[in-house]
């Protein structure tokens, strides 16, 4: 499992670390790490760190067994190379990318495991409407971009060719500022085939702004996740 949470996130800047900021009694990435695990138990976690990483290495080094590595050129940098840092960091032929400003519940991330490659989408509008969407046949997806009513849900399962596909661009210095969708739209365009997974009742939250902490608080009471 790899984590990109190097950016500063300029919006949000003051609260330091997005990853780290509390939301229902503990931090965001302490809550991600500690759903991963339970639905993931043998899983190899990397976490790519890069604003106040310090901060966020003195948080969890001692705390949980994961990997963390940093990107020391996040202000130049894009959420690409951070995956590709996190990718020559780890032994693996199948990786699941869980972008670390995210609040979910364990059923959000369940069943990514198999021999396809797949990715979350968003039919229930819990992403902004300026996030990257994705269009479908029902069968695999077809694009990414933005301006689309359904929504990427900023987690991905890769394996396989689309994994080689992923890694292959990941690692370009010409794609260094690139976002993660870009790349993926590369494994689409190189022939990869990427699953749709939509999920009815998806519980999950991209915290960008205050009132995406006051909605991922909202939904932390209300389920009790």
């Not at 990397?46 to 949980?64: E, P, T, W």
Request: proline share 2%; charged share 25%; hydrophobic share 40%.
């Amino acid at each position: 499992v790899i984590i990109p949470a190097a950016g500063m996130g300029r919006r949000m800047k003051s609260y330091g670390p997005k990853c780290l900021i509390d939301v229902g009694g503990t931090s965001i990435i302490e809550r991600q790490i500690r759903i991963i695990v339970s639905a993931y138990p043998n899983s190899e976690i990397v976490l790519v760190s890069g604003f106040h990483a310090n901060q966020i290495r003195d948080k969890l080094k001692k705390k949980y067994p994961i990997r963390i590595v940093n990107n020391h050129k996040y202000e130049e940098t894009n959420v690409l190379y951070s995956i590709s840092l996190g990718l020559q960091a780890s032994v693996r032929n199948k990786v699941l990318i869980v972008y670390g400003d995210l609040v979910f519940d364990k059923a959000a991330i369940g069943g990514f495991l198999g021999s396809e490659s797949k990715v979350l989408v968003d039919h229930q509008d819990k992403f902004n409407e300026k996030e990257v969407g994705v269009l479908h046949n029902g069968n695999e997806i077809t694009n990414f971009s933005y301006g689309l009513e359904k929504k990427w849900g900023q987690i991905a399962f890769l394996c396989g060719r689309e994994l080689q596909f992923f890694e292959d661009i990941a690692n370009k210095e010409s794609t260094e500022k690139w976002f993660g969708y870009e790349a993926l739209n590369h494994v689409l365009n190189e022939g990869g085939k990427l699953i749709p997974v939509e999920k009815d009742g998806l519980s999950i939250v991209d915290v960008d702004s205050v009132r995406d902490i006051e909605k991922a608080r909202r939904i932390i009471l209300s389920k009790g996740v």
